[in-house]
């Protein structure tokens, strides 16, 4: 399943969701060898009617099942990331990938504080830095909770909205002696070709690939047409982006610089998470134990937040460390210390350059997170 590089070791590539131009983020790897390890498209959850809240009066009610744990935050106190930027984009991610969904209590900096073995100021900061973004309120008393609207999601007003829309276009046309379902047919025909010319969607990343395969991923997801951008043209060029688009996606590592430069120009910005792919969770649970690893990716809030990721599915001891191309030298380090580099796409170049025809290099890839993504969907299709 591995893809040979002749320089510097070999380039573990895994495979896509699909065959073709579409699959999640990454490089394009071979293909799946069977059906088992081909990943499912992404789609919303069925919606499952809830279970009665009382039993039959002649059967014995059943416990209700406990909650599932919420995930616990962790702290590298050797990586040289700052202690509450590790904290934030922690809880940044868990947020935005639908772990802590809105209105969930958060732990409180006490809590955190012992668990972390950190100052309660770093603890303290970090949620007032997350309020200020309106991911997070304080309730004076009752802790710290996930802001109910950050994902702004979609009214009855704007449905109502919609359907009055739907409504006066079904008079206008029964006016003209065209049936609604006539109509229908003939907006389905023509609906296509309009949102191929006038995309009001755009997804931006730092990688082309990334950019491409995400971009294709949403519009399979959304049912409409996703421009892809890359994050240096939005940089160089912010107000070339076209008039027509009105929502821009990306991931949240880059959520905050895409918000600010996109939305003074009147776009509304979304973040969505990533998931490592399920084949990669498979391929790293079976790396050998006596393997040394080092994860090396483009910047530290992937550093942190998929560094966790890693560290739980290896066998234990076998990860190294961390570092990202912001701070090179310690990458440089680590790779002397390793025999086996863990690298997301953005990084490729860098290890490629540096490390030795004696490391094995193995590319990680990932999948757009489901729920983010369903969060996403209904603000783009119903808030034009």
């Avoid at 109910?148 to 006016?175: P, T």
């Avoid at 030298?329 to 170049?349: F, G, M």
């Avoid at 290099?361 to 729920?371: D, G, S, V």
């Amino acid at each position: 399943m591995a893809s040979k590089a002749s320089r510097p070791g070999n380039v573990v590539s895994l495979p896509r969701s699909q065959p073709g131009p579409k699959g999640v983020a990454g490089a394009r790897p071979l293909a799946v060898r069977s059906a088992q390890e081909r990943p499912q498209p992404l789609r919303p959850p069925l919606a499952i009617p809830a279970a009665p809240t009382q039993a039959a009066p002649t059967q014995t009610a059943r416990p209700q099942a406990a909650p599932a744990p919420l995930p616990p935050f962790m702290i590298n106190k050797q990586s040289a990331v700052p202690l509450h930027v590790q904290l934030k984009e922690q809880i940044r991610y868990a947020i935005m990938s639908g772990a802590y969904p809105p209105g969930s209590a958060l732990p409180s900096i006490r809590e955190l504080t012992a668990q972390l073995g950190i100052h309660r100021n770093t603890v303290h900061r970090v949620y007032l830095e997350l309020q200020a973004g309106a991911l997070l309120v304080s309730r004076p008393g009752k802790g710290v909770f996930v802001n109910e609207g950050w994902s702004d999601v979609v009214s009855a007003k704007e449905l109502n909205s919609v359907d009055g829309l739907i409504q006066r276009a079904f008079g206008e046309a029964g006016g003209l002696g065209v049936s609604a379902i006539t109509l229908g047919k003939l907006i389905a025909q023509r609906a296509a070709s309009y949102d191929a010319r006038h995309p009001s969607v755009a997804f931006v990343e730092c990688t082309a690939h990334q950019s491409q395969q995400c971009a294709e991923d949403l519009k399979d997801s959304f049912g409409i047409q996703v421009q892809q951008w890359l994050l240096d043209d939005l940089r160089a060029r912010p107000q070339s982006l076209p008039e027509s688009i009105k929502h821009v996606v990306t991931s949240i590592f880059h959520y905050d610089e895409v918000k600010a430069l996109a939305q003074p120009l009147g776009r509304r910005v979304h973040p969505i998470a990533y998931d490592l792919h399920p084949v990669t969770r498979r391929q790293l649970r079976e790396i050998p134990a006596g393997r040394k690893l080092g994860f090396i990716c483009h910047d530290a809030n992937t550093e942190e937040v998929v560094g966790a990721q890693i560290q739980e599915r290896v066998p234990e001891g076998v990860l190294v460390g961390c570092a990202n191309l912001e701070a090179p030298e310690h990458a440089l380090q680590l790779i002397k210390r390793v025999d086996t580099v863990i690298l997301t796409p953005p990084a490729s170049a860098f290890c490629v350059e540096h490390c030795t025809p004696n490391h094995e290099l193995l590319e990680l890839h990932f999948a757009l997170n489901a729920p983010s993504v369903e969060k996403v969907q209904r603000v783009v299709l119903f808030q034009p």
